[in-house]
Protein backbone atom coordinates (compact mmCIF):
# COMPACT_ATOMS: atom_id res chain seq x y z
CA UNK A 1 0.00 0.00 0.00
CA UNK A 2 1.40 3.17 -0.98
CA UNK A 3 3.19 5.55 1.89
CA UNK A 4 0.64 8.63 1.88
CA UNK A 5 -2.74 6.39 2.03
CA UNK A 6 -0.99 4.31 4.92
CA UNK A 7 -0.33 7.55 6.64
CA UNK A 8 -3.47 9.21 5.90
CA UNK A 9 -5.48 6.39 7.97
CA UNK A 10 -2.89 6.10 10.65
CA UNK A 11 -3.46 9.63 11.08
CA UNK A 12 -7.25 9.63 11.01
CA UNK A 13 -7.26 6.66 13.20
CA UNK A 14 -4.96 7.95 15.55
CA UNK A 15 -7.11 11.68 15.81
CA UNK A 16 -10.37 9.38 17.40
CA UNK A 17 -7.53 9.56 20.79
CA UNK A 18 -9.54 6.94 21.91
CA UNK A 19 -6.16 5.98 23.65
CA UNK A 20 -5.43 7.72 26.48
CA UNK A 21 -2.94 5.50 27.74
CA UNK A 22 -1.07 4.90 24.88
CA UNK A 23 -1.12 2.61 21.95
CA UNK A 24 0.92 -0.35 20.14
CA UNK A 25 0.77 -0.21 16.38
CA UNK A 26 1.56 -3.78 15.00
CA UNK A 27 4.00 -4.17 11.83
CA UNK A 28 3.90 -0.09 11.04
CA UNK A 29 5.68 1.50 10.56
CA UNK A 30 6.78 -0.49 7.21
CA UNK A 31 8.98 1.54 5.25
CA UNK A 32 11.38 4.50 6.03
CA UNK A 33 9.00 7.08 4.83
CA UNK A 34 5.92 5.57 7.18
CA UNK A 35 8.93 5.51 9.97
CA UNK A 36 9.78 9.13 8.98
CA UNK A 37 5.88 10.44 9.79
CA UNK A 38 5.46 8.42 12.69
CA UNK A 39 8.68 10.16 14.25
CA UNK A 40 7.63 13.53 13.08
CA UNK A 41 3.81 13.31 14.83
CA UNK A 42 4.08 11.09 17.34
CA UNK A 43 5.86 10.66 21.02
CA UNK A 44 7.39 6.84 20.62
CA UNK A 45 8.15 5.46 23.73
CA UNK A 46 9.79 2.38 22.35
CA UNK A 47 9.94 -0.06 19.50
CA UNK A 48 9.62 -3.59 20.50
CA UNK A 49 11.50 -6.11 18.11
CA UNK A 50 10.79 -9.75 18.84
CA UNK A 51 13.87 -11.78 17.73
CA UNK A 52 12.84 -14.96 16.28
CA UNK A 53 15.23 -17.04 14.34
CA UNK A 54 14.33 -17.33 10.69
CA UNK A 55 14.48 -21.36 11.20
CA UNK A 56 12.30 -21.29 13.79
CA UNK A 57 9.77 -19.16 12.29
CA UNK A 58 9.95 -21.59 9.37
CA UNK A 59 8.94 -24.11 11.65
CA UNK A 60 6.21 -22.76 13.52
CA UNK A 61 4.67 -21.59 10.11
CA UNK A 62 4.93 -24.47 8.16
CA UNK A 63 3.39 -26.11 11.10
CA UNK A 64 -0.13 -24.23 11.05
CA UNK A 65 -2.91 -25.06 10.20
CA UNK A 66 -6.32 -23.20 9.58
CA UNK A 67 -9.93 -24.41 9.90
CA UNK A 68 -11.43 -24.44 5.91
CA UNK A 69 -15.07 -24.04 7.98
CA UNK A 70 -14.58 -22.17 10.97
CA UNK A 71 -11.19 -20.22 10.69
CA UNK A 72 -9.77 -21.69 14.05
CA UNK A 73 -6.22 -22.14 13.40
CA UNK A 74 -3.63 -25.16 14.96
CA UNK A 75 -0.10 -25.30 15.48
CA UNK A 76 0.97 -29.07 14.58
CA UNK A 77 3.30 -28.72 17.54
CA UNK A 78 1.64 -26.75 20.05
CA UNK A 79 -2.21 -27.19 19.44
CA UNK A 80 -2.22 -30.43 17.85
CA UNK A 81 -6.08 -31.59 16.73
CA UNK A 82 -7.00 -35.23 18.58
CA UNK A 83 -7.83 -36.25 15.17
CA UNK A 84 -4.99 -35.56 11.97
CA UNK A 85 -6.42 -32.87 10.06
CA UNK A 86 -9.41 -32.69 11.39
CA UNK A 87 -11.19 -29.67 13.65
CA UNK A 88 -11.94 -30.29 17.25
CA UNK A 89 -14.20 -27.73 17.29
CA UNK A 90 -16.63 -28.18 13.99
CA UNK A 91 -14.89 -31.44 12.18
CA UNK A 92 -14.14 -29.28 9.46
CA UNK A 93 -10.71 -30.14 7.63
CA UNK A 94 -7.54 -28.04 8.53
CA UNK A 95 -5.72 -26.92 5.36
CA UNK A 96 -2.20 -24.99 4.98
CA UNK A 97 -2.69 -21.72 3.64
CA UNK A 98 -0.63 -20.89 0.45
CA UNK A 99 1.40 -18.47 1.96
CA UNK A 100 2.83 -20.98 4.52
CA UNK A 101 4.27 -23.71 2.67
CA UNK A 102 8.49 -23.32 3.26
CA UNK A 103 9.31 -22.19 -0.33
CA UNK A 104 7.15 -19.23 0.17
CA UNK A 105 7.85 -18.85 3.81
CA UNK A 106 11.38 -18.10 2.85
CA UNK A 107 10.44 -15.55 0.32
CA UNK A 108 8.41 -13.89 2.84
CA UNK A 109 11.05 -13.45 5.39
CA UNK A 110 13.58 -12.78 2.84
CA UNK A 111 11.23 -9.72 2.11
CA UNK A 112 10.62 -9.06 5.79
CA UNK A 113 14.10 -8.44 6.31
CA UNK A 114 14.94 -6.04 3.30
CA UNK A 115 11.54 -3.82 3.94
CA UNK A 116 12.27 -3.93 8.15
CA UNK A 117 16.01 -3.40 8.47
CA UNK A 118 16.47 0.13 7.64
CA UNK A 119 13.04 1.16 9.32
CA UNK A 120 14.19 -0.73 12.17
CA UNK A 121 17.78 1.30 11.61
CA UNK A 122 15.67 4.79 12.12
CA UNK A 123 14.14 3.72 15.38
CA UNK A 124 17.80 2.13 16.69
CA UNK A 125 19.91 5.40 15.56
CA UNK A 126 16.63 6.74 18.00
CA UNK A 127 17.80 4.18 20.59
CA UNK A 128 13.80 2.87 21.09
CA UNK A 129 14.30 -0.40 19.95
CA UNK A 130 14.28 -2.93 22.65
CA UNK A 131 14.87 -5.98 21.64
CA UNK A 132 12.88 -9.35 23.07
CA UNK A 133 13.65 -12.91 22.86
CA UNK A 134 10.57 -14.18 20.67
CA UNK A 135 11.57 -17.99 21.35
CA UNK A 136 9.93 -17.73 25.15
CA UNK A 137 6.21 -18.83 25.64
CA UNK A 138 3.71 -15.83 25.36
CA UNK A 139 3.59 -15.06 28.99
CA UNK A 140 7.34 -14.69 29.08
CA UNK A 141 7.17 -12.65 26.04
CA UNK A 142 5.22 -10.26 27.67
CA UNK A 143 6.52 -9.81 31.16
CA UNK A 144 9.88 -9.12 28.89
CA UNK A 145 8.45 -6.63 27.26
CA UNK A 146 6.53 -5.18 29.83
CA UNK A 147 10.09 -5.23 32.27
CA UNK A 148 12.08 -3.72 29.31
CA UNK A 149 9.75 -0.44 28.96
CA UNK A 150 8.93 -0.80 32.73
CA UNK A 151 5.57 -0.80 31.97
ZN1 LIG B 1 -13.45 -25.72 12.60
Known amino acids: MPDDIVEQVAKARLEQHDWNY???MDGYPASQAQAEFF???????GVILLEVPDTLIIERLSNFR??????LDYNLI???PKEDEIC????GTL???STDTPDVIRDRIRDYHNK???VIDIFRRKELVVAIDGTKPPAEVSALICAELAL
Open 39 to 45: LESYDVD
Open 95 to 97: IQR
Open 88 to 91: EVCG
Open 66 to 71: VCKACG
Open 78 to 80: AHR
Open 116 to 118: SEP
Open 22 to 24: GFV
